[in-house]
T-cell receptor
């Protein structure tokens, strides 16, 4: 079975500051990794994913995450946040073979203030 | 392309009643998964249906059930509602043909309140 740990339940940050949301996972098999974002009263939207290849993946709105196999981590970063980035962020994993389902972390609420 | 549609968006029910939630996936998607989201537990997987068959199931009591129709639309039913069933229920659809096709697209959810 897989598990995901998001170490921070809330991360407050000022606008234009950098941010890192931490995600560690545990799995006995190889996995694919995802970050989802949830705005208030909305469903989840895929932010970025790692399937294979370059360990650094980027989203269109300035977020990036790096897959670190030795540390079993997939931390999400943004060099300069905006008020509109205020949302809850979920890290998720899935086995990269066979049929299985996404396992989510408990989420990190990113609170950006002016 | 239309997204994942969940109905209704909000629902208030009384303890002991039953409820049915509906999910229409993205056209062409054959997999539908259901999740329960609560502040304390986060996102918990309920079950997944693929081509009308339940393919995976989470650790929820038998009061929680679901089904999928031939057009891939899915329903989730909760019988004998308890106060603890109050949650946001999210449906996600995907192509479902293997791990690389499991990019999940979520609906806006149904907010169920049990009083």
């Amino acid at each position: 079975a897989q598990s995901v740990t998001q170490l921070d339940s809330q991360v407050p940050v000022f606008e234009e500051a950098p941010v890192e949301l931490r995600c560690n996972y545990s799995s006995s098999v190889s996995v694919y990794l995802f970050w989802y974002v949830q705005y208030p009263n909305q469903g989840l939207q895929l932010l970025l994913k790692y399937l294979s290849g370059s360990t650094l993946v980027k989203s269109i709105n300035g977020f990036e995450a790096e897959f670190n196999k030795s540390q079993t981590s997939f931390h999400l970063r943004k060099p300069s946040v905006h008020i509109s980035d205020t949302a809850e962020y979920f890290c998720a994993v899935i086995k990269n073979s066979g049929y299985s389902t996404l396992t989510f972390g408990k989420g990190t609420m990113l609170l950006v203030s002016p | 392309k239309a997204g994942v549609t969940q109905t209704p968006r909000y629902l208030i029910k009384t303890r002991g009643q039953q409820v049915t939630l509906s999910c229409s996936p993205i056209s062409g998607h054959r997999s539908v998964s259901w999740y329960q989201q609560t502040p304390g537990q986060g996102l918990q997987f309920l079950f997944e249906y693929f081509s009308e068959t339940q393919r995976n199931k989470g650790n929820f009591p038998g009061r929680f059930s679901g089904r999928q129709f031939s057009n891939s639309r899915s329903e989730m039913n909760v019988s004998t509602l308890e106060l603890g069933d109050s949650a946001l229920y999210l449906c996600a659809s995907s192509l479902g043909g293997g791990p690389k096709n499991t990019e999940a697209f979520f609906g806006q959810g149904t907010r169920l309140t049990v009083v």
